[in-house]
Structure formats: C-alpha cells, structure tokens
C-alpha cells in the first residue's frame, strides 16, 4: 500500500501540472524487475532498448497530448530518452553518455495525461 507521502505527492504533480492521470514506475537494466501500475508490462527488446506496455488504450487527442515527464536512468554515466509512443506503450533507450551507444540500464518513468 502507498504511503501517505506518495499519495499526497502525486496529487501535487496532478494538480500543479494540469493532469487528470498520473502514472509512475522503475525498469531494471533487464527490464525483470521494477515498480509498475498494476496491468502494466516491462521488456528488453534489445541492448538499451525497451518496451512498456500500458493498459490505458490511449485514442484520438489522448494519444498526442499524453506526456512522459520523465525518463531519469539510475547510472549517472548512461543517459534514458523516450524514443515512440502508441497507443499501450511508449519505448525508452538507455545509451551510454560517452559513447552514445545503446547500453543497458535501469531507469525511472513518470507518465502523466493532460487534463
């Protein structure tokens, strides 16, 4: 069960930033663990690629409005970007900031759908 704090939390990010949904969570580098909403989906599909599936059937306006807030990697010499979004999933890419080739890791996610 969430804690007080994280409830409260997320009803600020709703409310300062004009969203009706707000959605969180964590992928390891091998996309086997992480927090996740409940009916969500993580995988690697490749070095520094992955795939979330959502159950959210985003449609017309919702699809382009949706916004990813944040997509911060856990390694502070890899870099996490959001690549494509569709209707049930977005895609992240973790590349390493040196070399700016695809490298596995680990990176938090905040999606959120604009009011």
């Known amino acids: 069960m969430a804690s007080?704090?994280?409830v409260l939390r997320q009803a600020y990010w709703?409310?300062?930033l004009g969203l009706k949904r707000l959605f969180f969570g964590f992928c390891n580098s091998n996309a086997t663990a992480g927090q996740r909403p409940s009916g969500w989906?993580?995988?690697r599909n490749g070095e520094g690629d992955y795939t979330i599936t959502h159950n959210l059937g985003l449609g017309g306006d919702e699809?382009?409005?949706f916004v990813v807030l944040q997509?911060?990697?856990t390694d502070p010499d890899r870099h996490a970007v959001v690549t494509s979004v569709a209707a049930n999933t977005f895609h992240v890419h973790t590349f390493n900031l040196?070399?700016?080739a695809l490298a596995?890791?680990?990176f938090y996610f905040y999606f959120g759908i604009p009011s």
């Open 4 to 6: 007080i704090y994280a």
């Open 14 to 16: 709703v409310l300062s």
């Open 41 to 43: 989906t993580l995988a």
């Open 63 to 65: 699809t382009d409005q």
């Open 71 to 73: 997509a911060q990697n």
């Open 98 to 100: 040196s070399s700016g």
């Open 104 to 106: 596995d890791s680990g």
